[in-house]
């Protein structure tokens, strides 16, 4: 389903990603693992499409097409879907809204009519029961004055609406606590199916105690440096990072 | 396209006045000029009564006197008032029993403006007063409004038919020597529109005027008068949209709103003047005055989204006399490429009890300047008086500027008043969010600049309120690719 031959990316002139090959098919769960700084959220942001990051060299395939004239918006059409570290707030924008208007300009550009709103508001109804997710939450303003599990929670809702064929998490589990962390991962557990593919970037082992990957990658410094199963996650958890930094720089 | 900042200035840039066209139709100028004569040709021309023409020239001695207001946070070249002319108005007169009889070509501009008469008619419950330059051209549903007494036409007609009622309010809010554009407009003011409401009456349908400005180099000075009687309840419509001219066209409205005891007058502006081109050239000037007056337990809201016009000086007010009365102000102030706003309200409480409420918006884009100026005075009297107000400033880009002016007077000691403010700017980060989940820049722009405007949206009509959506979008997004 992707992927990344070689790829070298930027931003503002800073070199961050040096190399990093990936292949993911459909129906698999990879965990992305590294210390802070090494390029993890940088990948997530450039397999999205956003502009700050330069591709210097290599290329990111979906699909069997290659992405680099591809805008944001046209990457999210095709599936690729990425769950925020940080989602930003939309003031005046409701869930709902916000949902809706993503639904059907995906449709649009399909070339579909706008979803009728029996079939959206089924869609919503389902969806949020599967979530767990309070019908009030969804009429407020888009994460504006969520707390950190709200936000997060929120990202899963989008993801589950959307269906994308690919999901990247960035450091979903970072500011949750164990209540929250359960819950997001249940849903992400709900989601996964044959035909769709998950990336989960995170810095901790925890969140993979809930979400079983079929493969762990160890990124430092722009590459990806040790790939194995989920054993490695745990290794990564007792010795730390150190002796893969040590490894790299031999 | 994926958005940078340099990307949406540049798009923020290539927008283009939807409506820069210029109908040809004959009409009756004056050469332009303002002295005694002209006062007295106009008062002549309306078939106005004695003392309406002397009226006006008291007015024009005050404001001989006066000087044009300097205070306001915008810039500009002050027009010559002897290069104006006073008068224009559409030669095809008399007024029209059917549509059929109005000039195709004025029909073929309300099409264009996509306000064709007809399809204003078929609008449910909304009587349309359509002023084309200074003349009413067409009126509708006043049958129906006849027979709750209501009266709906034109400020000219109501002095014909309506003296008394004209005499006793006209300038009862606004002085003639209040500002030096009051006082202009009260000199030379062409047409406008008259609206009575009678005791207890609620009036069935919103109403609603189109103003337009057509005639190049012709002021165009507006008068509104509004009365609502004890009990009764009006929602009055204002929108207005001008062809595009190279010289600066100054507009000088006053809009005078009564609210007698338990009255309700609730008045919305959508205003969508030319707001010059590109380089800052052409555009409308807009020195509006407006306020009106609350007896006890009145209430009048003023919505307005303003979108147009080069210069904005606008400052819609209450002055909450009687007790228990309501003042309430919602405003969404748009400005783009070379535009100045400098507009707000002021909330003067008298009376005991009286409440108001202030919501502001303020949209700056390009090189714009937007200010908000608002005043909120507790009289001695005015025991537990209460005030909220909010002032919220969206930026995009970063060459335009945001400034917010709040005044209070509070000289009593029951008072209770609130202001927040706050400051944004469409960022980055916030249109990658839309981007990425499949929302492109141009409509990532309309949900943001909606959700920003959504208190003050809601206020509006509801067919009002899906024109205003559709004036932000084309203000700020124009031809997005």
Redesign the interface.
Known sequence: MLKIKNLHASVEGKKILKGVNLEVNAGEVHAIMGPNGSGKSTLASVI?????FEVTQGSIEFEGEDLDET???E???KGV??S?QY??E????SVT??MK???N??RK?KGLEDMPAKEMLKLIREKSEMLDIDRKFLSR??NEGFSGGEKKRNEIF?MAM?EPKLSILDETDSGLDIDALRIVANGVNKLRSADKATILITHYQRLLEYIIPDFVHVIHDGKIVKSGGKELALELEEKGYDWLKQEATV | MAYTEEELKKELETKEYEYGFYTDIESDTFPPGLNEEVVIAISKKKEEPEWMTLWRLEAFKYWKEMKEPEWANVHYEKPDFQAISYYSAPNSKPKYDSLDDVDPELLDTFKRLGISVDEQKKLTGVAVDIVMDSVSVATSFKKTLGEKGIIFCSISEAIREHPELVKKYIGSVVPKRDNFYAALNSAVFSDGSFCYIPKGVRCPMELSTYFRINQAGTGQFERTLVIAEEGSYVSYLEGCTAPSRDENQLHAAVVELIALDDAEIKYSTVQNWFPGNKEGKGGVYNFVTKRGICEKNAKISWTQVETGSAVTWKYPSCILKGDNSIGEFYSIAVTNNFQQADTGTKMVHLGKNTRSTIISKGISAGKSQNSYRGLVQINSRADNARNFSQCDSLLMGNECGAHTFPYIEAKNPTAMIEHEATTSKIGEDQIFYCNQRGIDTEKAIALIVNGFSKEVLNKLPMEFAVEAQKLLEISLEGSVG
């Open positions: 999205a499409g956003k502009e700050e805008s944001p918006e990457r999210a059409h879907f990425l925020f989602p930003v939309i003031p005046g924008v809204n916000f208007t993503a639904i300009e995906s550009a303003s888009l989008q959307l």
